[in-house]
């Protein structure tokens, strides 16, 4: 078992603060994300046949699939084992998704060993406790505002952003447009849109 000792010279350490935090994303080549609390609010409903539903914001989504696209691995690892999430996140082109898992490390392991990656070039964010032993491993750790207090104390940021409402979309499109592969104005869009724009 995996067991991480956190000191006040970790939470110094990690405490990196909002003018400065950009300065870690320059080597993260692969994002890993928890799913309750981080890329939904943590509401879940219970259906009849056993399901549970999450609702997931649109704008993580698109920053996910813009991740996958530019060539960034993107894992996700959480203890739910709800169909509903595995099928969200294949259909964004996911591949590395770890379900069930109640101890965060062996996956988060595996999935750096899989795609060749030292665990500093990766960006996890998480939540709650179960997260914590990733986020003390990797390169850049984030959370969403109303992460669990244990938590916000060690990730090297917190976003303004709650769960399930932009967190993930914000650190993915600031290391994607500090590697220049972010969106860049009149990309993809018709000449003549594209000229108006430029105007």
């Not at 300065?23 to 890993?32: C, M």
């Not at 691995?73 to 509903?84: E, F, K, L, N, Q």
Request: proline residues 6%; charged residues 20%; aromatic residues 10%.
């Amino acid at each position: 078992m995996h067991t991480v000792t956190i000191t006040r010279a970790n939470i110094v350490n990690f405490a990196v603060t909002m003018s400065n935090y950009k300065n870690r994303l320059h080597t993260i080549k692969a994002f890993a994300f928890d799913i309750d609390g981080v890329l939904t609010d943590g509401t879940v409903i219970a259906m009849a046949d056993g399901d549970l539903i999450r609702v997931h914001y649109a704008r993580d989504g698109y920053a996910i699939r813009q991740a996958l696209e530019h060539g960034y691995p993107v894992a996700i690892i959480t203890g739910a084992t709800s169909p509903s999430v595995a099928k969200r996140y294949t259909l964004l082109g996911v591949e590395d998704i770890y379900m069930g898992a109640l101890n965060k490390m062996p996956p988060f392991e595996d999935f750096c060993k899989k795609h060749g990656l030292d665990p500093s070039e990766v960006a996890y964010a998480g939540d709650d406790i179960p997260d914590i032993p990733p986020m003390m491993a990797c390169g850049f750790s984030f959370c969403p505002t109303d992460a669990a207090t244990e938590v916000r104390r060690i990730a090297q940021y917190v976003s303004p952003f709650p769960g399930g409402r932009g967190c993930v979309r914000e650190v993915i499109e600031q290391v994607l447009k500090l590697h220049g592969k972010w969106y860049k104005g009149s990309e993809g869009l018709p000449e003549d849109i594209a000229r108006t724009l430029s105007q």
